[in-house]
């Protein structure tokens, strides 16, 4: 039975539907595949910045709510539920050498990470589930495979941030807006908006979601389509506007400092020209490629689904672009548009298999799909070896130093939580801005940082001339695309008759 008391129900799109029993045979299988692959390594990659931000964020958790609190709390109960004392993590964002407690704390990569780890893996049957109304139920399984070995899903879910609860409520919303105007149907339009909000609350980009919804209705009325929300319908949505307006509203007039950060120059985000770039390379040329030309096929059969899934698919891109002299914007504010890429994609695959079965059999009906399938599998491979879960290997390189770090010797780095937290020390030092100043140091020092260029390593010659290089931590993908250097160097001993004078 499906959650709308029904057996095998047509999808609204008209998609094909199958027997219960192998549609969740088919689910089962595809979640333990996408569980897999989330769970593996999970621990593995070092620590970037910004995860352990969110650590700070959750300390803040017991004194303050307000918007983006949702998206901790996946972090926030799995770190209690380990027996991390949250209340002892200071929450102040300047005070970064704090941070060198934290692992005595019991603040580690797995414990961290498994909150959005977990969301992540049941993202899969969620949205399989409650799509099979929506495009049938070979289409929402296929589509399930696809976000299952979507390296970006993967890449979220095995992050210590909030995005991957972003997408579950942001495409809750996408498939629950258009059954509720399909069907008329206020409870799904109540659900739609509430999983609208909670995205917001989770991260405030995903309130674009509005956008789609609005779009979508304006060009169904200029096709003469209906579109069924009906009085009741309209309260609910414009109450859920008016909510999230005031959520957003009241969050700003009581931090609008930390809000004032990211509308201006404070933090340095993407171009649109990255972000395009960005998007593509993160969801994959090829299934770009696949649910380019598979709209284009679906839109004389499916007008107003195909408008709508490319909706939900660029316009966070446009958005973000639009936004982008304004404020604060970055590639990853476009990872919610994933699964309406995917979708287009499963659409497209299930028509290609029909016609192609059809007529040539079920080897030849079933190439495309696998092709797209083995290709995201192969980016997930580079992804687990050379590619080091697509994280700088910080933790690898204080390794090293931690373990040839003799008594006395100093340490240089830039002076943020990581370094903090992997040396387990607050005696740092700044690195070095020029020769004169490595000049003045009078003890052994390692120096630690991030090389200019991946390939080419460190660009200032005195950096090579003045110090060692003794380790180097590349991530790999098409070409080493990060590197992070290890440096020692040594002062040079004193003149002879100096020894002798003193």
């Avoid at 049941?122 to 299952?148: M, Q």
């Avoid at 770090?405 to 340490?411: H, L, M, T, Y």
Wanted: proline share 5%.
């Amino acid at each position: 039975m499906t959650l709308d008391g029904q057996m095998n129900p047509s999808a609204i799109a008209g998609g094909r539907t199958i027997s219960n029993k192998m549609f969740i045979f088919g689910l089962i299988a595809i979640t333990l595949l996408g569980a897999g692959m989330r769970l593996w390594r999970l621990d593995s990659w070092s620590f970037w910045a910004d995860e352990l931000y969110s650590i700070r964020s959750v300390a803040g958790m017991d004194e303050r709510w307000g918007i983006k609190t949702l998206g901790y709390l996946p972090i926030y109960v799995a770190l209690k539920l380990d027996g991390v004392d949250v209340s002892k993590i200071h929450a102040n964002m300047q005070e970064h050498w704090l941070s060198k407690d934290w692992k005595g704390l019991g603040v580690e990569e797995f414990n961290t990470r498994i909150g959005p780890c977990l969301v992540g893996i049941f993202t899969i049957p969620i949205l399989c589930w409650i799509s099979r109304r929506w495009i049938g139920d070979r289409a929402a399984l296929l589509a399930a495979l696809l976000l299952a070995v979507a390296n970006w899903h993967i890449f979220w879910s095995q992050s210590a941030r909030f995005y991957g609860q972003q997408f579950l409520f942001f495409n809750l919303a996408l498939v629950w807006y258009y059954r509720a105007t399909t069907e008329q149907s206020p409870w799904r339009m109540l659900a739609a908006n509430a999983c609208a909000v909670l995205g917001m609350l989770s991260q405030p980009p995903a309130i674009v979601i509005l956008a789609v919804f609005f779009f979508d209705w304006i060009i169904s009325r200029l096709r003469g389509e209906k579109v069924k929300i009906g009085p009741m319908g309209w309260g609910i949505a414009i109450f859920f506007v008016v909510a999230a307006t005031g959520i957003a509203s009241w969050d700003m007039s009581r931090s609008w400092p930390r809000w004032k950060a990211f509308f201006g120059t404070v933090y340095e985000g993407h171009t649109p020209w990255v972000m395009v770039q960005g998007m593509i390379y993160s969801m994959h040329p090829t299934l770009i490629a696949v649910a380019g030309l598979c709209a284009l096929s679906l839109w004389p059969k499916r007008p107003r689904l195909t408008i709508y899934l490319v909706l939900a698919a660029v316009l966070p891109l446009i958005v973000m672009i639009a936004a982008y002299p304004l404020s604060y914007v970055h590639t990853r504010y476009l990872f919610i548009s994933l699964y309406a890429w995917i979708v287009l994609a499963a659409l497209g695959l299930e028509r290609i298999y029909d016609l192609v079965k059809e007529r040539w059999g079920l080897s030849l009906a079933l190439a495309p799909a696998a092709g797209l399938i083995v290709t995201l599998l192969l980016f997930d491979h580079t992804y687990y070896t050379g590619g080091y879960g697509l994280r700088e290997r910080w933790r690898d390189a204080w390794h090293y130093v931690q373990k040839h770090r003799q008594p006395g010797d100093a340490v240089a780095a830039k002076l943020d939580v990581l370094p903090y937290y992997y040396m387990q020390t607050d005696q740092l030092v700044s690195l070095p801005k020029s020769p004169e100043e490595i000049d003045q140091w009078q003890q052994p020092t390692w120096l630690v940082f991030h090389a200019e260029s991946a390939t080419r390593g460190q660009q200032e010659e005195w950096i090579e001339h003045k110090t060692e290089l003794k380790a180097y931590y590349d991530v790999r993908i098409v070409q080493p695309f990060s590197s992070i250097r290890v440096y020692y160097y040594q002062p040079p001993a004193p003149p002879a008759a100096e020894k002798k004078k003193k």
